[in-house]
């Protein structure tokens, strides 16, 4: 059984988390353990409806973020990588300078010092420098940086399209296989 974390932070596309969380479930041998930013709660209301009791059940496992002491918190947590999707650049931040004051930032931070993979979806435009430098910082400490990035190759027909495109590749990015995901076929020459 590997064991995969999912953050959703309070930055705006939160159906890319519940897609994740979705895809999960159609792997075989993955647990998923589910982390709410405190902001996650408002833009996934703003943008999903009423649905973090759903989110809470496609996860095996739901975890309080406030709970610092949770199995997550821990590197003797056996867990086979993180994803945060999406991230906010605060969480992002966050991250990057090791203010684990919640489970989300926490379980992130454990991810890296444990040399376990991380894939932050980051969902912030225009970048400015300090969030360039950031990610810079970030990807030197292990993780990858995989900001939802639609696959036109793929041909999306509608916006769910586009999520589910995006979160199934930043799932492959996690090291993970996963069943029906569009792949570049490759050009041929004529």
Same mark, same amino acid.
């Given at each position: ?40 709660? *408002?833009?996934? %209301?703003?943008?999903? $409806?009423?649905?973090?009791?759903? @989110?809470?059940?496609? /996860? +095996? &496992? ?28 605060? *969480?992002?931040? %966050?991250?990057?300078? $090791?203010?684990?004051?919640?489970? @989300?930032?926490?379980? /992130? +931070? &454990? ?31 292990? %993780? ?47």
């Amino acid at each position: 059984m590997r064991r995969v974390i999912v953050g959703i932070s309070g930055a705006s596309g939160a159906a890319y988390g519940k897609k994740v969380l979705e895809i999960l479930n159609e792997c075989d041998g993955v647990e998923t353990h589910l982390i709410l930013s405190n902001a996650a709660w *408002t833009t996934i %209301a703003h943008e999903l $409806g009423d649905v973090t009791h759903d @989110l809470e059940q496609l /996860a +095996d &496992v739901f975890h309080d973020n406030s709970n610092v002491g949770a199995g997550p918190a821990s590197g003797s947590f056996n867990a086979f990588g993180m994803i945060v999707a999406p991230c906010s650049v605060r *969480t992002m931040s %966050a991250i990057a300078y $090791g203010q684990a004051d919640n489970l @989300l930032v926490r379980a /992130a +931070d &454990v991810s890296l010092k444990e040399r376990r993979p991380l894939v932050l979806m980051v969902r912030e435009t225009p970048l400015h420098l300090g969030h360039l430098r950031t990610m810079t910082q970030l990807t030197e400490m292990g %993780a990858v940086i995989a900001p939802p990035v639609p696959a036109m190759y793929a041909h999306p027909k509608s916006l769910g399209d586009v999520i589910t495109q995006s979160a199934a590749r930043a799932l492959h990015v996690l090291g993970l296989e996963i069943p029906g995901m569009k792949r570049w076929p490759g050009l041929t020459q004529t």
